[in-house]
């Protein structure tokens, strides 16, 4: 991670005072923002889609370079329908050229710059200004709001799985080193280091006894699967708050039956809260003021609801770096029906994998990725898993299983899987381990394929 001197900076307290008045002016009103009428909703982030285009013209080169060439004007972009004249980018696009993204209103000592953890290929670096940074906490608010009514109180204890230098510490330190309002209610605890592992996580709380635990998912299916054999038991909060990448199906079902509520939360360092599970528990809401989504297929064209296909974000917050029409390469679904929950935002399904998860047949041709994270992700008893196709006729599976497993019948399912749709001359090595190697960042990659894509 490079030098931030976002952090570095000794704020006078005039510009502290600024941004915590900034701070609590904005937070009003959020919690309950999602019972909004879906037209007040819609005018909203209309407002946000007119003023981030105009101000991507004047200040971004590659939109003003764009709309120049497409004979456009900011105009042209009255609703969040009108997006759809703008190409789409990706992140080869920021890897090859980041400073076309960028504003050239803000130096370099005015925005805090996020790198991804390069899990799936070269890293890339987005820049947030410092306002955004504070929406991002003012926006959290329309999560709060399901852990209060949770965990039954209005101010929450939280301890957080991580480290200082990943992106949710540097946000933090940054909010924190630019306003008042830290100073004057105090310090969450520091996180847990990823690195110290389960038996470390359990004895923070243990200490700590939070009301919410924060994490990756991939740590908290470790501690889940830790907390089946743990003398002294693991003391659970109420409820448990995950993101970056996913909980298996039978860790979520462990935490629900020590007790714990499990809530998700859809962010990504290009566009922070897009979206959070509310109390049902089976989808996504997304914050469509904010960052408005779009689920497309291999063509560009829209998904019918229902249909899995590639997540394009715009972020209409973060003026950074200005991204619009942006392939995440999450895949999902759009669902049209409302959710019982009252909350008046779209949904889409629970990500179901990345776009570049690729596996491949014995005859080389290219299978969704769902041919083996479905039947292995829902085998009972496995609490983590990782796909590693090492030629087109060989497979390894690595699974964590939770005591009582039944660990022959787990390798009968997910050889019978694999075989059905990659055919039968695959040799398919189910292996159990006692953990998965994790990336740099501390995440579980769930597929990973060393085949030459035809």
């Known amino acids: 991670m490079t030098t931030q001197p976002i952090l570095q900076a000794q704020p006078s307290f005039f510009r502290r005072a600024y941004w915590s008045a900034y701070l609590v002016y904005h937070v009003i009103g959020q919690a309950h923002y999602p ?35 497409l004979g456009l004007t900011p105009d042209d972009f009255r609703t969040v329908d009108d997006l759809r004249q703008l190409p789409f980018i990706s992140v080869a696009d920021l890897q090859a050229d980041p400073e076309r ?14 790198s991804s953890s390069g899990s799936t290929g070269r890293p890339h670096t987005v820049w947030h200004d410092l306002a955004a940074l504070y929406q991002n906490a003012i926006h959290g608010e329309r999560e709060h709001l399901l852990w209060r009514q949770a965990a039954g109180k209005r101010r929450l204890r939280s301890l957080g799985i991580g480290s200082m230098l990943s992106s949710a510490g540097l946000v933090r330190a940054a909010t924190r080193a630019n306003a008042l309002w830290p100073r004057a209610v105090g310090r969450r605890p520091p996180p847990v280091a990823i690195e110290d592992g389960p038996a470390a996580w359990a004895a923070a709380l243990g200490a700590v006894r939070p009301d919410v635990l924060n994490a990756y998912g991939s740590a908290l299916s470790r501690l889940a699967a830790y907390a089946q054999t743990a003398e002294p038991p693991v003391i659970w909060p109420p409820l448990v708050r995950f993101a970056a990448d996913g909980l298996s199906h039978e860790a979520r079902r462990l935490l629900n039956r020590a007790g714990v509520q499990v809530f998700s939360g859809y962010q990504a360092i290009e566009a922070f809260k897009m979206g959070f599970e509310c109390d049902q528990h089976d989808a996504y809401h997304v914050n469509d003021d904010l960052y408005p989504l779009r689920i497309v297929d291999d063509e560009g064209h829209d998904c019918p609801p229902g249909v899995v296909g590639e997540v394009v974000v715009s972020n209409l917050i973060t003026r950074g770096t200005v991204l619009l029409n942006y392939r995440l390469g999450d895949l999902a679904a759009r669902i049209e029906a409302p959710c019982p929950c009252g909350r008046h935002l779209s949904r889409i399904s629970f990500v179901q994998g990345r776009s570049n998860d690729a596996l491949f047949d014995v005859n080389g041709q290219e299978v969704s990725h769902l041919a083996m994270a479905g039947p292995v992700s829902s085998t009972p008893g496995v609490i983590e898993w990782q796909v590693r196709q090492l030629a087109l006729d060989r497979l390894v599976v690595q699974l964590v299983a939770a005591p009582g497993c039944d660990r022959e019948q787990a390798v009968q399912r997910i050889s019978a899987a694999g075989k059905a749709r990659l055919g039968q001359a695959v040799d398919i090595q189910v292996r159990f381990v006692d953990a998965i190697d994790r990336t740099a960042g501390g995440k579980l990659r769930f597929i990973i394929s060393e085949v030459q894509r035809p």
């Open 35 to 69: 019972f909004s009428s879906a037209v007040r909703i819609a005018r909203d982030r209309d407002r946000r889609v007119r003023r981030m285009v105009a101000y991507a013209y004047r200040w971004a080169p590659y939109y003003r370079e764009t709309l120049d060439r």
């Open 101 to 114: 993204f960028r504003s050239s209103e803000f130096g370099p000592a005015e925005v805090l710059a996020l």
